[in-house]
């Protein structure tokens, strides 16, 4: 792929196309060194922004062009030399360095120069151009100008008339569009994104590799950058460029290295049914300033057929899942029936992922299907199942019962699927997870199981084998209803499932605080109204 230098355009933070739905941030990997940023764009380009290319330039229906290139001056130079710009009549130019004006050209004129110190030796200047035709019958230029040095007797092309340059049909609406680009040195990848990224307090920009890949099954492409090496509990600012237009500014946080006492993460699934309701619980979210959101399951509810439901709920968490102070809250999604054709719950004979295309087309890590495990250092470890939408829940079995183990030291050890096993009634209880994955949370010991799929809020007492055990059982609490329509629960469901020791029809998420010898749970509804809580120690 063919790395082209691009600059900046200095647009306000936060501006961002329509074209372009998020970011959003997903842990996959080490969330003390690592993070994934997603976001998705249609394929139609805007002709409002910065390209680049070679020629020809196209005026369009405008009588000025813009253009601008970064260019690095050779070492060795004396103080007699001058960069020159040049080009073939029928143009009148006003050329730019660093922002500044060094001269004029009228369409009858060929080239411009100006002197430059042996102090900018090795540098970098920016040099940008607005060209003006001589009247509507010159035709577009077939190439940008050449960019020479001369010093004494020697010429030094810096560019020719084959050479890239950023253009813009028109007058740049940017008003720093000729100025020092903030980063130093980006490259253009294929697709037009650049994604760079800092440390918060640092002043040093630093570009990302960005991949991209269809989304599902519509016109548009899901974009990510993946970064890794990065500090524990650092802040980083990233920003989010396309055809040299910023598109906004954000900032997340790491996971800190060793455990911190009062650390929190929400969780909750069944996410959208309206907008406003998922709106109302994202601002939730962000609200609570989790260092994470798991989720589980039934996203956006496009049953793996709505791309545009997706796009909805992509830019609803961008927009309302910020923290007080700004910071984009990280999520680790699970799959669900509702990100599979046919909202598909089969268990024992489960669909191929092909079937949910746009869950597995916008989330990492999902490369052995969407079963996984997140460790936080070794303090935490959440771990991940597909409850028989695109795996089978028996074949899962092993591969759970060797992840345990290999998790034995870890304290904190939480599990999250979509379909309940212990539930209140709405629907039938998942039978095959009882046999084939209730042993295993019970034998290694795990703090709680969050469940999804039935619209109504429970928390069960701590179980073994389906029976109260206050010693050493096991809570299954949820239920998923985030952004959905709730369904009934029975008044006497507590009679009738015994195991359950609190239940009722309410949106909620889940709030869970870590503490050194235990964990608190809060389920809120959107307006933070506490509807249930309960804390066990750490071990049980």
């Not at 040299?244 to 929190?264: I, N, Q, Y």
Request: proline share 6%; hydrophobic share 35%; net charge neutral.
């Amino acid at each position: 792929m063919k790395k082209i230098l691009i600059l900046l355009a200095g647009l306000p933070f936060g501006e961002v196309s329509s074209a372009v739905f998020g970011p959003i941030c997903q842990w996959h990997r080490d969330p003390c060194t690592s993070m994934a940023i997603h976001w998705v764009q249609n394929n139609e380009e805007s002709p409002e922004v910065w390209r680049v290319a070679a020629g020809p330039y196209h005026f369009g229906e405008n009588p000025t062009l813009s253009l601008r290139r970064p260019i690095q001056l050779p070492v060795g130079l004396t103080g007699e030399s001058k960069i020159v710009v040049e080009w073939p009549g029928g143009y009148s130019f006003i050329a730019y360095v660093n922002g500044e004006e060094i001269g004029q050209v009228s369409d009858d004129g060929q080239s411009v120069e100006f002197r430059i110190g042996r102090e900018s030796a090795g540098g970098r200047v920016l040099l940008g151009l607005s060209i003006q035709k001589a009247d509507r019958s010159v035709g577009d230029p077939e190439h940008g100008p050449a960019v020479f040095i001369r010093d004494g007797n020697r010429r030094i092309t810096l560019c020719d008339g084959n050479s890239s340059w950023n253009y813009l049909p028109g007058s740049s609406k940017d008003a720093r569009w000729n100025e020092v680009p903030p980063l130093a040195e980006l490259v253009e990848p294929e697709q037009g994104f650049v994604f760079a990224y800092r440390l918060r307090e640092a002043e040093e920009w630093v570009s990302a590799d960005i991949t991209s890949r269809p989304f599902g099954e519509t016109r548009y492409r899901a974009f990510s950058a993946d970064l890794n090496n990065l500090a524990p509990r650092s802040r980083y600012v990233f920003k989010l460029l396309w055809k040299g237009r910023l598109l906004g500014t954000w900032f997340f946080e790491t996971a800190p290295r060793k455990f911190e006492d009062g650390m929190s993460f929400v969780t909750g699934g069944d996410m959208f049914h309206t907008r406003e309701m998922l709106d109302a619980m994202n601002r939730r979210a962000g609200t609570e300033s989790p260092l994470f959101a798991l989720l589980g399951g039934d996203l956006a509810y496009a049953n793996g057929v709505d791309g545009d439901r997706w796009l909805e709920w992509i830019e609803s968490w961008n927009q309302c899942a910020i923290a007080p102070d700004g910071r984009l809250i990280p999520m680790i999604p699970v799959i669900g029936n509702h990100e599979v054709k046919g909202a598909a719950f089969r268990p024992t004979n489960a669909p191929p992922r092909s079937d949910a295309p746009y869950f597995y087309s916008l989330f990492h890590g999902m490369a052995d299907g969407s079963k996984f495990t997140v460790d936080f250092g070794s303090y935490l470890t959440v771990i991940a199942l597909d409850s028989g939408h695109t795996e089978k829940v028996a074949t899962q079995a092993q591969w759970l019962r060797e992840t345990l183990e290999d998790r034995a030291g870890f304290s904190r050890k939480f599990v999250c699927y979509h379909r309940p096993a212990w539930g209140t009634g709405a629907k039938p209880d998942a039978v095959d997870i009882q046999r084939s994955w209730c042993p295993l949370f019970e034998q290694h010991r795990v703090n709680a199981v969050f469940e999804n799929d039935h619209h109504v809020y429970k928390r069960t007492h701590p179980l073994t084998a389906g029976m109260r055990d206050d010693a050493g059982g096991v809570v299954y609490m949820g239920d998923g209803a985030w952004g959905t329509r709730t369904r009934g629960v029975a008044k006497n469901v507590t009679k009738s499932r015994p195991f359950l020791a609190h239940a009722e029809s309410t949106n909620h998420l889940i709030k869970v605080t870590l503490r050194d010898n235990h964990v608190s749970y809060e389920a809120m509804t959107a307006d933070g109204k506490l509807i249930d809580s309960s804390r066990r120690s750490v071990g049980k």
